[in-house]
DNA sequence: AACACACGGTTTAGGAGATATACAGAAGTA
DNA sequence: TACTTCTGTATATCTCCTAAACCGTGTGTT
């Protein structure tokens, strides 16, 4: 009966929400969720999400691989319930903060924190829509900041959306770094060297004009963020919006989604065409600069070589 | 000589920029990187990324799986060039735009049209920072958006980097609903519903107030997109700081990265306990909720049986 | 022209990983 | 006590990735 309150809820989700109905005849549990989970998480912190397997998880515990699936139904689920954890609740500092904008900011750093803390929930799938607690929590907070605002309440989830996505975009950027960090043993500083150096060899002026240029700037060398800056300019948007609001200005429309032209998805056979007419030419482009890179690239050896024999 | 030019380019990358060695001696190549990428890409716009295997996509060319190793050093160098296929450059459309808002917005839908084609490549592991050609060419084309106002380098490269951003955070959520109507058969109007069903069984006033008040404002049921207002609004935001730069004001100070507490890495004890000590109290409270869950349930069911056997 | 050797596709094999299935023993329940 | 339910285990299958050895094919060299 209970049951049937909650039939199409996925079973990962289920069990982040804590139904889980506790069996009363049998032998007593050995582990539990919240076991499984830390030992899963340990892992993960320490060598990355490939280190996370049902195997090893188990053996950190001490029992066979298969003991895990009378606790956890697949590892995508065990993989939930790590995001689950790893991300948390939102920290209740962010209260103390006065206006929307202190509070959002603190909230979002509160989220790339969490992120530079565990890089490796990034690298999790996003499996559609995870509704768990936490992440609800997460939403809800950004909300809450929000609520003082006269923005309507779609307008108040976008920027909190908007937050949020910035927060894990910096994270996706930063723990790239972190990663490659891990794997190599470099320190992330001489990752960043090594990139920049890489970035050097292949971003030419001629094919890239504006990123050269932004490179020669030292865009990738300085220790400066880009990532707040973006974030700044987000609020003051939306300051900027509030204010228009309060002084009777006009709400901004909201537009539908962006919708993807049915023809490809169906398949019209002239749109098909024209679609594979644009990607040979890409590839043509493509071919072509990779051509050019490799002459030049032996014109250089040649000169190299010929200043050596000189 | 021509090798030693170029020590450490990752394999992957150097595949994507056209470094390839082609052979002199032995048979003729019967396949090309072109081909199996295509093949691969193929298999993943039919049946998401998970059909991708080295084997399917050997079967695919009527090759044996080993076969494909000539070409591709493994497969996350095949994974990495798919991605860099289905990105391509971006369209020269946007060039016909006037000012570099226009551009930008024309970029970013450009980008989201990307995704929402080819969800797949937002499930692909982020494998540190891809220096592709292509990934380049958006970068620039950002750049170059920006280029006649009059931001610093880093402020064109963090307007960017938003922008770019935010439109693979669109992606990712949209696509979360794509994949789901693809693995359920049902449609994304249907798969929306769904999830609103399952927000309404748990998202409840008491504990998240202002996503519930979100929620019965219709805010996922309805077809509006919450992207776009997020983008002008951070596009608002950077004009104004534009307004302010060319009237004199002052530059925003730029920050440094968020830092880790080093203590959390090296391990410092008392920090340690500190976080568990939140970790456990974040427990206690999520226990009591779920608790508190359970016993409306129960509670709920037992109301009801009490109606139906009434 | 003959030969060596680099190279392409194949075969075979190993190893890792998720998980279905069947089972023996433990704890409640009738 | 007998039955039922549940736990952890053992065994086995299936899917992948990819290393290594092999044979035939052209090209460059002698």
Do not use: C
């Not at 019209?268 to 482009?285: C, F, G, I, P, Y």
């Amino acid at each position: 009966m209970a049951d049937e309150e909650l039939p199409e809820l996925p079973r990962g989700i289920a069990l982040a929400w804590g139904v889980a109905a506790n069996p009363q005849r049998g032998p007593k549990r050995e582990m539990s969720v919240e076991k499984i989970v830390d030992a899963a998480v340990e892992l993960a912190e320490a060598d990355g999400i490939g280190a996370v397997s049902m195997a090893a998880v188990a053996a950190k515990l001490g029992f066979t691989p298969m003991s895990l699936y009378r606790y956890v139904s697949a590892k995508d689920d065990l993989l939930l319930l790590m995001q689950e954890q790893a991300t948390g609740l939102p920290p209740e500092e962010h209260r103390e903060h006065e206006g929307w904008r202190d509070r959002l900011r603190a909230l979002f750093e509160a989220q790339t924190l969490i992120y530079l803390r565990h890089p490796w929930i990034l690298s999790l799938p996003i499996t559609g829509s995870p509704i768990t607690p936490n992440s609800s929590a997460w939403i809800d907070a950004g909300l809450e900041a929000l609520s003082p605002t006269p923005l309507s309440e779609i307008e108040k989830l976008a920027v909190t959306l908007a937050a949020t996505g910035h927060a894990r975009w910096y994270g996706m950027v930063t723990a790239g770094y972190a990663e490659t960090s891990r794997a190599t043993g470099l320190n992330p500083n001489e990752v960043a060297l090594q990139e920049a150096t890489l970035f050097d060899r292949v971003i030419t002026v001629e094919e890239f004009p504006y990123l050269r240029a932004a490179i020669d700037a030292g865009v990738f060398t300085a220790p400066d963020d880009p990532f707040r800056f973006g974030l700044e300019r987000l609020l003051d948007g939306v300051a900027m919006y509030i204010d228009r609001l309060e002084q009777g200005g006009e709400r901004a429309p909201v537009r539908e989604w962006i919708a993807v032209d049915p023809a490809e998805l169906t398949g019209d056979k002239k749109h098909r065409e024209a679609q594979k007419a644009v990607r040979d030419a890409e590839k043509a482009l493509r071919d072509a600069r990779k051509l050019e890179r490799q002459v030049r690239r032996d014109a250089i050896a040649r000169a190299a070589r010929a200043r050596g024999e000189a």
